[in-house]
């Protein structure tokens, strides 16, 4: 009687015992098919991530290469100067946010590169910004230009003597358009378009500041002329209808295909 009931338990068991184990061999297919999802992810991220960063990179070197080329080279220039630049006093404080635009724009990029999950938007940043500054360097090329406003004496003080330093790195040519201002505008949009970024009131309105400093700077520091600037805002302005009136899907669509994702 004992062996029989046993026999009967075992024999109630043993469909517990078939459907518990079918039940886990699931569930570590599933763990396991999602730990490869997870690994073909990391993968495609980390692709993506390395060719924003090539590219970046390799663009950041044709165009300081390029940029040196042609502030080394010895030709005749245009000078570019209007009587609204002899009426903009020079301020030599401006050179705090003068210097700011370099770390401004290397974390602008940084950010889109590392931390921008939407391809479009880094698409569009990126290109952005290296249209403009090749069709500068185009402009540079064909249309040797400078500037001649320049104090001829500087004063003693911090802000003066950095100043100075400035204007011995940086000669007073090439300076149709202004890639400060070009920068600074492309940077200033992507970001403001940027959701997670326009969060924060506070980044919104420390970017809106920053961006409208760097470009009084330029020209109260008498790097740059009007003409400079306005030609920097009519290239940006060209540039942001041309990428930014793209749609995100046919963007979207393109970088997959090219980057092989289906």
């Known amino acids: 009687l004992v062996k029989n009931h046993g026999k009967i338990l075992e024999n109630s068991l043993l469909p517990l015992v078939i ?86 724009v290397g974390i602008s990029v940084a950010y889109f590169i590392f931390f921008c999950e939407s391809e479009a938007e880094y698409y569009k940043m990126s290109r952005s910004l290296a249209v403009g500054c090749t069709i500068f360097l185009i402009i540079s090329f064909v249309f040797p230009n400078g500037q001649d406003l320049r104090p001829a004496v500087l004063g003693n003080g911090i802000f003066d003597q950095m100043v100075a330093h400035l204007y011995t790195m940086d000669t007073p040519t090439n300076v149709f358009p202004s890639i400060h201002v070009y920068n600074t505008l492309i940077c200033a949009l992507a970001l403001y378009e940027n959701e997670n970024f326009r969060k924060s009131r506070i980044c919104v309105i420390c970017n809106f500041l920053l961006a409208i400093s760097i470009i009084l700077a330029t020209m109260c520091l008498k790097q740059h002329t009007v003409v400079d600037v306005i030609g920097a805002m009519i290239l940006a302005s060209f540039c942001v209808e041309y990428y930014y009136g793209t749609s995100t899907a046919t963007v979207l669509h393109q970088r997959k295909v090219r980057h092989g994702f289906h």
Do not use: C, N
């Not at 396991?32 to 980390?46: C, G, N, P, T, Y």
């Not at 100067?81 to 050179?95: E, L, N, Q, R, V």
């Open 19 to 104: 459907l518990y184990r079918t039940e886990k061999m699931k569930s570590e297919e599933l763990e396991q098919s999602e730990r490869s999802k997870q690994k073909v992810a990391m993968l495609v991220d980390k692709r993506v991530y390395v060719s924003r960063v090539l590219e970046v990179l390799i663009y950041g070197i044709f165009y300081l290469t390029s940029f040196k080329l042609l502030e080394t080279r010895e030709v005749s220039v245009d000078i570019i100067h209007t009587a609204i630049d002899d009426k903009i006093p020079f301020i030599s404080a401006f050179i705090i946010p003068y210097f700011l635009w370099f770390a401004y």
